[in-house]
């Protein structure tokens, strides 16, 4: 069954430590994305990948960090210098150009 | 870069009757504009799209239009259901030649309410 995986679905993180979520995806997709979701805000694109070992920062860069080692997988690690993490994380995948975004079913991040 | 704006941010609407959410965008030369349905707590999945070489696409009960000229573009829900209750987020996107397929930015969101 041929989808795109998110992991955990919650998270909890202390104040200064990093964390890593998980993005795995097996529909053969080249391109991948992490998005944020904030209430009332739509989503904002963090980081993208078009190919295997190389990704381009989005339009919320800041205090967060990808790769790209496997076209399956694309974790997204939140560090302690982004100043506002608390958040609905979504990862999703595209097919090729202009083609629709499959979503996973995100990761919501607390920072406690 | 694209600023896409969408109205309204919630809409209520009686079962049977129809809804029309709204999208405006800013860069003249974006192409193609899909829409995303996101029921509570779930991801949001593609429900239909529209490309700028056609002003009209309609799949079932929903329908998409396109106005160019005005740069706006909307969604359509006919005979709605209680199961179309969710957030509809419109986006769009500029041309392949601009990396386009990765510049895809979305609206705020429309939460849709079907009241029985």
């Known amino acids: 069954d041929g989808g795109i995986t998110q992991s955990p679905k919650y998270l909890f993180r202390k104040e200064g430590q990093n964390v890593t979520l998980s993005c795995e995806q097996n529909?053969?997709?080249?391109?991948m994305y992490w998005y944020r979701q904030d209430p009332g805000q739509g989503l904002r694109l963090i980081y993208y990948?078009?190919?295997?070992?190389?990704?381009q920062k989005g339009d919320i860069a800041e205090g967060y960090s990808v790769s790209r080692e496997k076209k399956e997988s694309f974790p997204l690690t939140v560090t302690s210098a982004q100043k506002n993490p608390t958040a609905f994380y979504l990862c999703a995948s595209s097919p090729g150009p202009q083609s629709g975004r499959q979503f996973g079913q995100g990761t919501r991040l607390t920072v406690v | 870069g694209e600023n896409v704006e969408q109205h309204p941010s919630t809409l209520s609407v009686q079962e049977g009757d129809s809804a029309v959410i709204k999208c405006t965008y800013s860069?003249?030369?974006?192409?193609?504009f899909p829409w995303y349905k996101q029921e509570l707590g779930k991801r949001p999945q593609l429900i239909i799209d529209?490309?700028?070489?056609?002003g009209e696409k309609k799949d079932q009960r929903i329908a998409v239009t396109l106005n160019k000229t005005a740069k706006h573009f909307s969604l359509h829900i006919t005979e709605t259901q209680p199961e179309d209750s969710a957030v509809y987020f419109c986006a769009a996107s500029p041309p392949l030649y601009n990396f386009g397929n990765e510049k895809l930015t979305f609206g705020t969101g429309t939460r849709l309410t079907i009241i029985p």
């Open positions: 990948s078009q190919i295997v070992n190389d990704f």
């Open positions: 860069d003249s030369a974006s192409n193609y």
């Open positions: 529909l053969n997709h080249d391109a």
């Open positions: 529209i490309r700028s070489n056609v």
